[in-house]
T-cell receptor, first 112, second 115 residues
Framework: TQLLEQSPQFLSIQEGENLTVYCNSSSVFSSLQWYRQEPGEGPVLLVTVVTGGEVKKLKRLTFQFGDARKDSSLHITAAQPGDTGLYLCAGPLTGTASKLTFGTGTRLQVTL | GAVVSQHPSWVICKSGTSVKIECRSLDFQATTMFWYRQFPKQSLMLMATSNEGSKATYEQGVEKDKFLINHASLTLSTLTVTSAHPEDSSFYIC???????????FGPGTRLTVT
């Protein structure tokens, strides 16, 4: 079974702080995606990482794919209340082109 | 582009009745759509893969006779929860695959409450 474990499960920080969310697996993934989901809404794709060691930046968000393609991290610099939400990593199941398995999720709360 | 809608956004039904949820890709054709279920404070769990013009593929543990999926066109997939029970209450989310394997876009979800 391909499992994606995220840590921490919950994070409450103040505006302006930095944070890192981790997504780990014992399995190799051909790619990993990061989503953010707000209450009562569907997930919104933030980024897809494909190459081992790849780093992608999206404004204050930095995504990294591990060299062995078994893990990924999301780093947020100077968090803002608008960053509040559920962050999910997801990757395609082995042998399928697009069926995704989702990580356990990290709930982030950023307060003023 | 790549907008996916769901209807209704929320629904309350009585135990024993059936409920149909629609998933539409508004500005692209989706050969494949996916249905997920999400319980409060939990992650998404894939229920089934819906391919246009063919039978849906269900994940292990998902009752295909209870969760009927129809993908009649390249822009519409429906999920019908038959003989609903309170334990079926959940947040149901669909996604649509536009082109490449990584391009999957999610709908806003449908909250089902069975009383």
């Amino acid at each position: 079974t391909q499992l994606l474990e995220q840590s921490p499960q919950f994070l409450s920080i103040q505006e302006g702080e930095n944070l890192t969310v981790y997504c780990n697996s014992s399995s190799v993934f051909s790619s990993l995606q990061w989503y953010r989901q707000e209450p009562g809404e569907g997930p919104v794709l933030l980024v897809t990482v494909v190459t081992g060691g790849e780093v992608k930046k999206l404004k204050r968000l930095t995504f990294q794919f591990g060299d062995a393609r078994k893990d990924s991290s999301l780093h947020i610099t100077a968090a803002q209340p608008g960053d509040t939400g559920l962050y999910l990593c997801a990757g395609p199941l082995t042998g399928t082109a697009s069926k995704l398995t989702f990580g356990t999720g990290t709930r982030l709360q950023v307060t003023l | 582009g790549a907008v996916v809608s769901q209807h209704p956004s929320w629904v309350i039904c009585k135990s024993g009745t059936s409920v149909k949820i629609e998933c539409r890709s508004l500005d692209f054709q989706a050969t494949t759509m996916f249905w997920y279920r999400q319980f409060p404070k939990q992650s998404l769990m894939l229920m089934a893969t819906s391919n246009e013009g063919s039978k849906a593929t269900y994940e292990q543990g998902v009752e295909k006779d209870k969760f009927l999926i129809n993908h009649a066109s390249l822009t519409l997939s429906t999920l019908t929860v038959t003989s609903a029970h309170p334990e079926d209450s959940s947040f149901y989310i669909c996604s649509a695959r536009r082109g490449g394997p990584y391009e999957q876009y999610f709908g806003p979800g449908t909250r089902l409450t069975v009383t």
